[in-house]
């Protein structure tokens, strides 16, 4: 999977950095919890998204 979702950090020194993430794994407990692990992956990517 790509990018899922962007977060925000506050560095030391107070300037807010945007990080792209990605999906590194997924799994489904026997109750139906999902438990996920994101990995950073850079910048976020800026542009346009097709219409579906």
Request: aromatic letters at 0%; zero cysteines.
């Given at each position: 999977?790509?990018?899922l979702s962007v977060a925000a950090s506050i560095s030391?020194?107070?300037?807010v950095q945007a990080s792209a993430f990605r999906?590194?794994?997924?799994?489904?407990?026997?109750?139906g919890v999902l438990i996920t692990r994101y990995v950073r992956e850079g910048e976020v990517?800026?542009?346009?998204f097709p219409r579906a």
């Open positions: 999977m790509r990018k030391l020194d107070g300037v999906l590194e794994e997924s799994k489904t407990s026997a109750t990517r800026t542009g346009s």
